[in-house]
């Protein structure tokens, strides 16, 4: 598959209606990159270079964030948002992709390869869970921290992101901490669909090669339910990244990108 380098963003139709923005930048099979809760594509800027020189990469704008739609009917969900998903693979054209989904984007990434396996080539679900009675839960002093007014709500989310050492390190902004065009309704909309996941009790049945990442460290959502999902899923792969963080693959770019590479090269698609 070609797509212009341009990156210039375009959108889809969900079947509702609502309009999904969403960009492809690259050459080679498609790779979907799924975003964490309250975030735009941007959440990829910093890494997805890694994965454009040898995938077509298709990154888009949850609802209420980027140039998507904003509120507007049903209630969200994971699957919902895997439905859009959808939209965009078939605005595209494309039959399949491999999926790399972090933190709720790997429980929307679950969806995807649940309810459409025919469209998922592999899946990558990094700092992530799999809901419902398989979750490892956050400390509650974490939840406090992030329930507190903006300021501290923001410094609290980036030390649980990542570490000093990549705060002193990076020069660049963070694109992690939430889409800042998001309405307060659109963020309790996400925050409500990122809590309610459950896809626990259907995770046996995935059947597309699964690698599962996550961080030691990760106290947003704690090491264990990585541990957990590569359990559940037959046949998962798992790689854990000692002391990183939620953010493991930016603490841990070059292993973590080389990591998900060396995976989606071992299961090439064939023709659907």
């Not at 099979?29 to 975003?35: D, S, Y």
């Not at 990434?109 to 809901?131: I, K």
Request: hydrophobic share 40%; with cysteine; aromatic share 6%.
């Amino acid at each position: 598959m070609r797509t212009d380098r341009s990156g210039s963003g375009r959108h889809a139709t969900a079947p509702d209606g609502a309009r999904i923005g969403f960009e492809a930048r690259g050459t080679g099979e498609p790779l979907v990159l799924l975003a964490g809760q309250a975030n735009s594509r941007r959440w990829w800027d910093p890494v997805r270079a890694d994965f454009a020189s040898s995938y077509t990469t298709i990154t888009f704008d949850y609802l209420g964030t980027g140039s998507s739609d904003g509120p507007k009917g049903a209630e969200w969900s994971t699957r919902r948002f895997a439905r859009d998903v959808i939209a965009v693979l078939d605005e595209l054209g494309v039959t399949r992709a491999h999926v790399y989904g972090t933190s709720m984007g790997g429980r929307v990434a679950q969806w995807l390869a649940l309810d459409h396996p025919h469209r998922v080539g592999a899946l990558v679900l990094g700092c992530t869970s799999g809901g419902g009675d398989g979750t490892v839960p956050t400390d509650p002093d974490v939840i406090r921290a992030l329930n507190t007014d903006t300021g501290t709500r923001r410094e609290a989310l980036t030390d649980l992101m990542v570490g000093p050492h990549r705060r002193w390190s990076h020069t660049g902004p963070l694109n992690l901490l939430g889409d800042a065009s998001m309405s307060d309704h659109a963020r309790r909309a996400h925050r409500r669909a990122s809590a309610a996941h459950d896809a626990w009790a259907a995770l046996p049945t995935i059947g597309r090669p699964t690698l599962v990442l996550h961080g030691t460290a990760d106290r947003l959502t704690p090491p264990g339910n990585g541990v957990r999902l590569a359990e559940r899923i037959p046949g998962a792969q798992l790689r854990l990244f000692g002391g990183a963080r939620h953010a493991y693959f930016l603490e841990r770019r070059q292993e973590a990108s080389a990591a998900v590479l060396a995976f989606l090269a071992s299961h090439t698609m064939t023709p659907a």
